[in-house]
């Protein structure tokens, strides 16, 4: 079936250094999402996007948050700079649409390790 | 805002008998509800979810059934696989494509 690939599956990084976290998206699909899991806690939801913009985000959107597509590539995550709590695995989702039934597929995510 | 809730973290069980995984939720409004199940190295996916006609999902021999009373979408199953050892994800929807998700629970079949 449609698959999402995440990019990579596990990045370690020090505190205060960028880092880009990839994903490769459903080719004909329109929005896509970021969650975020603290280990041992749900998953929680981060962004989507639509059309080259962000829709809607939560508060653990931090302004040190971006996200982007250039040129229908991967959509990513960019953390600068990334601080200790943003340790988790972030999962990256993508749907045909946005509708309250819609089915999400998921990539595997990527543990992200602040040391 | 929106919640929802699986009570348990961890189910244990042996291989044929029933399942039940509870989830319950908080919403303002009438949500969708939705049972995603991640295997072992695998991204989650979704298993199965709510109808707006009441009819009961099922799929893989796992069904759920929307109680708007008690605000509940347990998953059920008759008898258990090994092969339904995994992570279940509850999940509700009431505006757009964004998802709330629960805690999670871990489901081990032990043969």
């Known amino acids: 079936g449609p698959k999402v690939l995440q990019i990579p599956s596990h990045q370690i990084i020090d505190m205060g250094q960028m880092v880009t976290l990839n994903c490769d998206p459903v080719s004909n699909h329109l929005y896509f999402y970021w969650y975020k899991q603290i280990l041992g806690q749900q998953m929680e939801f981060l962004v989507n996007?639509?059309?080259?913009?962000?829709?809607?985000k939560s508060k653990l959107f931090k302004d040190q948050f971006s996200v982007e597509r250039p040129d229908g590539s991967y959509f990513t995550l960019k953390i600068q700079p990334t601080a200790l709590e943003d340790s988790a695995v972030y999962f990256c989702?993508?749907?045909?649409?946005?509708?309250?039934?819609?089915?999400?597929?998921f990539g595997h995510g990527t543990k992200l390790s602040v040391l | 805002g929106d919640s929802v809730t699986q009570t348990e973290g961890l189910v244990t069980l042996t291989e044929g008998l029933p399942v039940m995984l509870n989830c319950t939720y908080q919403?303002?409004?009438?949500?969708?509800l939705f049972w995603y199940v991640q295997h072992l190295n695998e991204a989650p996916k979704l298993l199965l979810k709510s109808f707006t006609d009441n009819k009961r999902p099922e799929h893989q021999g796992f069904h759920a059934t929307l109680h708007k009373s008690s605000s509940s979408f347990h998953l059920q199953k008759s008898s258990a696989q090994l092969s339904d050892s995994a992570l279940y994800y509850c999940a509700s929807n009431n505006a757009g494509a964004k998802l709330t998700f629960g805690g999670g629970t871990r489901l081990t079949v032990r043969p």
């Open positions: 989702a993508s749907s045909l649409r946005s509708i309250s039934n819609e089915r999400l597929f």
């Open positions: 996007f639509y059309n080259g913009k962000v829709m809607e």
């Open positions: 919403s303002t409004y009438s949500p969708f």
